[in-house]
């Protein structure tokens, strides 16, 4: 069974940084992708970015619009875990952000994810 846990959420204000992170465990191949959505209160959940990895590494990167050149997703030093860091962050990105794992590619779809984790808060004042 995939679980994910994520961490990392919080206050901050307005232009500034949060880094999320999200631990996997349970995938029985190498080869998955890993995304973020988030969800604000009243709004429907909204994809944000994903990685499709492989054992050999990172195979490509995926954003929404609205976080392009200020949110990066990437690999973290330990196994199995997908980072997202937020910089200039607005207002806007306020939302409670969750983990999501598929076997297939990765998508903006969050109906193609099999696996959630319990998600994280992120407040940004304004």
């Known amino acids: 069974q995939v679980q994910l846990v994520e961490s990392g959420g919080g206050l901050v204000q307005a232009g500034g940084s949060l880094r999320l992170s999200c631990a996997s465990s349970?995938?029985?191949?190498?080869?998955?992708?890993l995304a973020w959505f988030r969800q604000a209160p009243g709004k429907e959940r909204e994809f944000v970015a994903a990685?499709?990895?492989?054992?050999?590494?990172?195979?490509?990167?995926l954003y929404a619009d609205s976080v392009k050149g200020r949110f990066t997703i990437s690999r973290g030093n330990a196994k199995n875990t997908v980072l997202l860091q937020m910089d200039s962050l607005k207002a806007e990105d306020t939302a409670f952000y969750y983990c999501?794992?598929?076997?297939?590619?990765?998508?903006?779809?969050?109906?193609?994810?099999?696996?959630w984790g319990q998600g994280t808060q992120v407040t940004v004042s304004s």
């Open positions: 999501a794992s598929t076997y297939q590619y990765a998508t903006r779809n969050a109906a193609r994810y099999d696996y």
């Open positions: 349970g995938q029985t191949t190498s080869r998955y992708a």
């Open positions: 990685i499709n990895w492989s054992g050999g590494g990172t195979l490509s990167t």
